[in-house]
């Protein structure tokens, strides 16, 4: 028997290393998972606010002699933004600047809109204006949900990937980027009311 005991502590230690690879290439398949789900719920959301704007510009194109330009940019706006795409399982930081500069030409262009719907008392009292500015409201605060849980899921995945020993089973799964802030976002806006246009 004591000349089988090594074979047995070898065969065993395999059988440990076996599972424990086994368990870490699932470990990271779940945490891959949860990132694409969160960039997906983040998708949605986007989504929604673009439909929203759909539905508010051609609210706003019923008042009269509303400003042509202003709703041609936020009409430009969201078309430049659903044309940027990522692939979520190769979320690069370039990609992430990309479709977040896409989304703040959005945010501008309809705050710009906004803004101008403040000379129009007659669009004001719309009740279908109101309601979609009210849910407007809404999406931007599931878009800032949706943005906060994709980086909590990177941050998860990130940690699971990288650190030792799992990271010299898995070379073949990258670090993540985080979704980051518009540049100059840290700056406070100026807001302008200049109704004597």
Known sequence: MKKFLPWIIIG?????????????KNGAVTVN??????????ETSYQRRNDLIGNLVKTVKGAAD???????????ARSKATSVTIDPTNITPEQLAEFNQAQ??????????L??????????????????QDELASTENQILTARTRFNESVET??????????????????EKAYF???????????????FGK
């Open 104 to 113: 703040s030409g959005v945010s501008s262009a309809l705050s710009k809109l």
């Open 157 to 174: 995945y990130n940690n699971y990937v990288l650190k030792m020993p799992r990271s010299m089973f898995l070379s073949s799964y990258k």
């Open 12 to 24: 065993g230690l395999a059988i440990i290393g076996i599972f424990y690879y086994i368990s870490v």
């Open 66 to 76: 509303f400003e042509k330009s202003t709703l041609e940019a936020v009409i430009n």
């Open 115 to 132: 803004v101008t719907v403040e000379a129009y008392p007659e669009l004001k009292a719309n009740q279908n204006f109101l309601k979609l």
């Open 33 to 42: 998972e949860n990132v694409k789900k969160s960039w997906g719920n983040v």
């Open 180 to 194: 980051d802030a518009v540049a100059g976002a840290e700056k406070p806006v100026d807001v302008e009311f200049d």
